[in-house]
């Protein structure tokens, strides 16, 4: 699928812009793979991938514990799209093929 692969991400967050590195396989509408950024890495659950709509989802410690929900689109060798922060609002990722 056109998804598969490593990415590097750009988040913009309140603490200013975050980067990433995601690495993604999908298997039918199914989305897995690997989130990481500043030296830690976790597993990316509940993610779904349907055409270019991708969404999935990351637990992370660090800077606190939070949830983060990835909804994006693909085109190609570039991502877009919103990452949702719980109760701090949402905010814009784009990623770029690796």
Known sequence: MAVDGNWNLT????????????????????????????????????????????????????PMPLTLE?????SGDSMSGEMGIGPMGSFQFTGVRA
């Open 70 to 74: 990835f909804i994006g689109t693909v």
């Open 11 to 62: 988040m913009t967050t309140p603490m200013g812009e975050r980067q990433a590195t995601l690495n993604l396989s999908s298997s039918g509408g199914t989305l897995t793979g690997t989130q990481g950024a500043e030296g830690n890495t976790a597993e990316i659950f509940d993610g779904t991938i349907s055409g270019d709509a991708v969404n999935w989802k990351v637990s992370i410690t660090n």
